[in-house]
């Protein structure tokens, strides 16, 4: 096994820990990234590197007081370097709304990890921005 390869067990236990990270604040979240990562989030877009990760933290910890990201609902599959984690999450923004807040998004997400030894090298977050569903008039089908 290459140096920088570690086993599948081991990329869901860092998948795992990257979410009890984001639930619990922990500001340490960056040192499980390596220093040329790459994030994509939805309304976001892209971040390459730590320094471009910042502004999307403060904005998102600005926005939302809490996470929970519940493992017993999560899904993971691992194939060569990355993790696949289909889940679901909840929480409270910082106006005090709780979230989902409605049934169309039921607060699913997924994210994919792609990963460098230990390091996240490349994180990629699909999931709803309208965590509360506070912007129903821009999906006219329901």
Sequence with gaps: ???????????????????????SGDPNLLDMFTDDTEIFFPKFGFAHGKAEIVPFLVGLTSAVASFDHPQSRM????????????GAESGVLASGV????????????????????????????YADPDLAGQQPALFTWN
């Design 1 to 23: 096994m290459d140096q920088d390869q570690i086993s599948a067990a081991e990329r869901i236990a860092l998948a795992k820990e990257y979410f009890r990270k984001v639930d």
């Design 75 to 86: 899904t993971f599959t691992s194939s060569d370097n990355r993790v696949v984690v289909e």
């Design 98 to 125: 709780p979230f989902p807040g409605d049934a169309r998004s039921s607060g699913l997400f997924c994210n994919v990890f792609e990963f460098r030894g230990q390091l996240i090298s490349r994180l990629h977050v």
